[in-house]
């Protein structure tokens, strides 16, 4: 594609991401100096049509950026009044006391909130104050300087044809140029991922965790509903197989989200992530909660969970990452919005400085600095242990040492075991199924769980049939000849949206890839044990579109 002409318009920042770190940066931007030209790319078809999280919102982040967000009428609308903490067993749950927890998980002062929604205030603002922001295009493609240095994207590919070819319907898009290019692209973002391995970024650096994230949102019976109420659990139906655990909370209008995260470094290919969290849901507390309701909209989305030690290094020549492209998921505070934020704010600050001393196209040390070492670095590194035990010591092992781990942390600034290492990645932790039982999964209710393909229809994901397909395979051979054969070709489980099949075809298995059907989540790219398929991305505005997720 790169031997097209394209037309090419110049800003001072390039933003690829209208998420909470892309929208920040490009607030404080134009806070510092309204002339500054400031352009903000979305691929989803709107401002928050791709954003999907828990989400228990700390304000510090917004606090920070826009102290007055509550008179400008943030969407911060349910504030936390209760904080609850279950283990569960398979047919009754065990509460955890909030006492021996340390201050840092205590929701007081957070906001149940849609990011999305969020996400739309915050463009608002943004736009009001001079922004340009163009959801539904696309970033294919950096754009390269003569000394290798970022110099900006392409965006706004369409019509291209089934095989990747131009057609005669086709648009070619354009270049965007920026002296500082900031990719906020979200988990496992296809730019950032080409920008950590082109310039070696995760060098010195721990391997980055992940879990997938899976989410309903639920209107219930209101004399069930308890506003504010935010409720975690850990334990059954997952047990040894995997780590993770389940969020619910009770936002306003009788509704509630109900989520379940399993982490992406399980050893068994027979695991089947979107059937556990269906399974969850037939937990008596919950079925007693959801019965009577009804499911209004779905999604999923990987999460960053490597923490601390997993953050590559965040600038590079022209350009940095931000928010979760660079990994600020506090793990045992399932939070990272508002380091998003602070994220963009601190980028912003580091490219207004260089702008102003009349530099360009270089890396922003000041930002990465900022990060390590502020509020950033402190919250992150606080809980730095917290996954790592998890691994390597399951969930018991991991809730008393954590916690010990956490308490000294906050109190005398130190732990007892350093830092702790991750080891592998979570497609290296992936073990043959022959080591492993086949787990029996129960069939879908209709009324409380419900199967993929249907689940998928509520999170309104469409994509254009005739481009060509965004999941690439290196080997188009591997899927049959490598994964099936020695994993039993995970990828039909860890999709939770459906997007690959095995199918008999003449006698034969065959590997199918229902592109359509993909939600963005990402979990291919990171979970596939062969790191045959590469995720990229599909044209603009294709893909989920999520209400208030």
């Given at each position: 594609?790169?031997?097209?002409?394209?037309?090419?318009?110049?800003?001072?920042?390039?933003?690829?991401?209208?998420?909470?770190?892309?929208?920040s940066?490009?607030?404080?931007?134009?806070?510092?100096?309204?002339?500054?030209?400031?352009?903000?790319?979305e691929?989803?078809?709107?401002?928050?049509?791709?954003?999907?999280?828990?989400?228990?919102?700390?304000?510090?982040?917004?606090?920070?950026l826009?102290?007055?967000?509550?008179?400008?009428?943030?969407?911060?609308?349910?504030?936390?009044?209760?904080?609850?903490?279950?283990?569960?067993?398979?047919?009754?749950?065990?509460?955890?006391?909030?006492?021996?927890?340390?201050?840092?998980?205590?929701?007081?002062?957070?906001?149940?909130?849609?990011?999305?929604?969020?996400?739309?205030?915050?463009?608002?603002?943004?736009?009001?104050?001079?922004v340009?922001?163009?959801?539904?295009?696309?970033?294919?493609?950096?754009?390269?300087?003569?000394?290798?240095?970022?110099k900006?994207?392409?965006?706004?590919?369409?019509?291209?044809?089934?095989?990747?070819?131009?057609?005669?319907?086709?648009?070619?898009?354009?270049?965007?140029?920026?002296?500082?290019?900031?990719?906020?692209?979200?988990?496992?973002?296809?730019?950032?991922?080409?920008?950590?391995?082109?310039?070696?970024?995760?060098?010195?650096h721990?391997?980055?965790?992940?879990?997938?994230?899976?989410?309903?949102?639920?209107?219930?019976?209101?004399?069930?509903?308890?506003?504010?109420?935010?409720?975690?659990?850990?334990?059954?139906?997952?047990?040894?197989?995997?780590?993770?655990?389940?969020?619910?909370?009770?936002?306003?209008?009788?509704?509630?989200?109900?989520?379940f995260?399993?982490?992406?470094n399980?050893?068994?290919?027979?695991?089947?992530p979107?059937?556990?969290?269906?399974?969850?849901?037939?937990?008596p507390?919950?079925?007693?909660?959801?019965?009577?309701?009804?499911?209004?909209?779905?999604?999923?989305?990987?999460?960053?969970?490597?923490?601390?030690?997993?953050?590559?290094?965040?600038?590079?020549?022209?350009?940095?990452?931000?928010?979760?492209?660079?990994?600020?998921?506090?793990v045992?505070?399932?939070?990272?919005?508002?380091?998003?934020?602070?994220?963009?704010?601190?980028?912003?600050?580091?490219?207004?400085?260089?702008?102003?001393?009349?530099?360009?196209?270089?890396?922003?040390?000041?930002?990465?600095?900022?990060?390590?070492?502020?509020?950033?670095?402190?919250?992150?590194?606080?809980?730095?242990?917290?996954?790592?035990?998890?691994?390597?010591?399951?969930?018991?092992?991991?809730?008393?040492?954590?916690?010990?781990?956490?308490?000294?942390?906050?109190?005398?600034?130190?732990?007892?075991?350093?830092?702790?290492?991750?080891?592998?990645?979570?497609a290296e932790?992936?073990?043959?199924?022959?080591?492993?039982?086949?787990?029996e999964?129960p069939?879908?209710?209709?009324?409380?769980?419900?199967?993929r393909?249907?689940?998928?229809?509520?999170?309104?994901?469409?994509?254009?049939e005739?481009?060509?397909?965004?999941?690439?395979?290196?080997?188009?051979?591997?899927?049959?000849s490598?994964?099936?054969?020695?994993?039993?070709?995970?990828?039909q489980?860890?999709?939770?949206?459906?997007?690959y099949?095995?199918?008999?075809?003449?006698?034969?298995?065959?590997?199918?890839?229902?592109?359509?059907?993909?939600?963005?989540?990402?979990?291919?790219?990171?979970?596939?044990?062969?790191?045959?398929?590469?995720?990229?991305?599909?044209?603009?505005?294709?893909?989920?579109?999520?209400?208030?997720?």
């Amino acid at each position: 594609m790169s031997e097209i002409e394209r037309e090419s318009m110049e800003y001072d920042v390039v933003i690829v991401g209208a998420g909470p770190a892309g929208l920040s940066a490009a607030i404080r931007l134009k806070q510092l100096d309204a002339d500054l030209s400031v352009v903000v790319l979305e691929k989803g078809s709107e401002v928050g049509a791709h954003i999907l999280s828990g989400a228990v919102l700390d304000p510090c982040g917004l606090d920070a950026l826009i102290p007055d967000w509550k008179e400008k009428g943030a969407p911060l609308n349910t504030a936390v009044k209760e904080d609850n903490f279950y283990v569960l067993g398979p047919a009754g749950q065990l509460r955890v006391p909030n006492f021996p927890m340390p201050p840092l998980m205590n929701n007081h002062g957070n906001y149940i909130v849609s990011m999305g929604n969020v996400c739309r205030w915050m463009a608002e603002q943004a736009e009001e104050m001079g922004v340009e922001i163009f959801p539904g295009m696309a970033c294919s493609e950096l754009v390269y300087g003569d000394n290798g240095e970022v110099k900006g994207v392409v965006a706004g590919v369409f019509g291209l044809e089934a095989d990747g070819s131009i057609g005669e319907n086709t648009e070619p898009g354009m270049e965007l140029h920026g002296k500082y290019v900031f990719l906020s692209e979200g988990v496992r973002g296809s730019l950032a991922k080409e920008v950590i391995a082109k310039y070696d970024l995760s060098h010195g650096h721990e391997p980055q965790k992940f879990g997938i994230g899976m989410k309903e949102i639920w209107e219930i019976d209101p004399a069930k509903h308890r506003e504010g109420t935010v409720t975690h659990t850990m334990g059954w139906p997952l047990g040894s197989n995997a780590g993770g655990g389940s969020f619910i909370y009770h936002l306003e209008n009788n509704q509630v989200y109900v989520g379940f995260v399993v982490h992406l470094n399980y050893k068994n290919p027979h695991l089947f992530p979107y059937m556990e969290f269906q399974r969850f849901k037939h937990h008596p507390m919950v079925a007693d909660l959801l019965e009577g309701g009804k499911r209004i909209a779905y999604g999923a989305r990987a999460i960053s969970e490597g923490g601390y030690q997993s953050m590559p290094k965040m600038v590079f020549p022209g350009g940095a990452l931000l928010g979760c492209s660079v990994g600020m998921v506090n793990v045992p505070r399932i939070k990272g919005n508002h380091n998003a934020m602070l994220s963009g704010k601190a980028a912003a600050e580091a490219a207004y400085e260089a702008i102003s001393a009349g530099r360009s196209s270089d890396e922003l040390t000041s930002y990465e600095t900022e990060v390590r070492t502020g509020a950033i670095g402190k919250d992150l590194k606080r809980v730095r242990n917290v996954k790592p035990m998890w691994s390597k010591w399951g969930l018991t092992a991991s809730l008393v040492f954590g916690g010990l781990d956490m308490w000294t942390n906050n109190l005398f600034g130190f732990s007892f075991f350093g830092t702790l290492k991750h080891g592998k990645t979570d497609a290296e932790a992936t073990e043959e199924a022959s080591k492993h039982k086949v787990i029996e999964y129960p069939r879908p209710d209709g009324k409380i769980s419900f199967d993929r393909l249907t689940n998928v229809s509520f999170s309104m994901t469409n994509h254009e049939e005739s481009q060509p397909a965004h999941l690439h395979l290196k080997d188009a051979s591997v899927p049959i000849s490598v994964n099936l054969a020695k994993y039993a070709e995970p990828a039909q489980r860890y999709c939770p949206a459906g997007v690959y099949e095995v199918v008999e075809k003449d006698g034969k298995p065959e590997f199918v890839i229902n592109f359509q059907n993909c939600v963005h989540c990402k979990t291919c790219d990171i979970k596939d044990p062969s790191q045959n398929i590469t995720w990229v991305t599909p044209q603009g505005g294709d893909g989920p579109n999520y209400p208030n997720m």
